[in-house]
């Protein structure tokens, strides 16, 4: 997943690039670390369990009762 492409980054290194070259570093680092953290999100989400499929045959867990 690449965020460097994101309106917001490109928005602020547009802003930087015309500032001296320690901007354009501290752009870069910036756009490293949420790439590393949107890998790391997708890591999470990736690693969530796959919801239980429903029982579709025999009598336990096809119907539900629902009285208030």
């Known amino acids: 997943?690449?965020?460097?492409?994101?309106p917001s980054v490109s928005t602020a290194t547009a802003?930087?690039?015309q500032g001296p070259?320690?901007?354009a570093v501290q752009i870069l680092v910036l756009r490293?670390?949420?790439n590393t953290q949107a890998a790391g999100a997708l890591?999470?989400?990736e690693?969530?369990?796959q919801q239980?499929?429903?029982a579709i045959e025999g009598s336990v867990g096809r119907h539900v009762n629902?009285?208030?």
């Open 15 to 17: 802003a930087a690039s």
């Open 21 to 23: 070259t320690g901007d």
């Open 43 to 45: 890591a999470l989400i």
């Open 52 to 54: 239980p499929q429903l």
């Open 1 to 6: 997943m690449n965020i460097a492409n994101s």
């Open 32 to 34: 490293k670390a949420l």
């Open 47 to 49: 690693a969530i369990p």
């Open 66 to 68: 629902t009285y208030a």
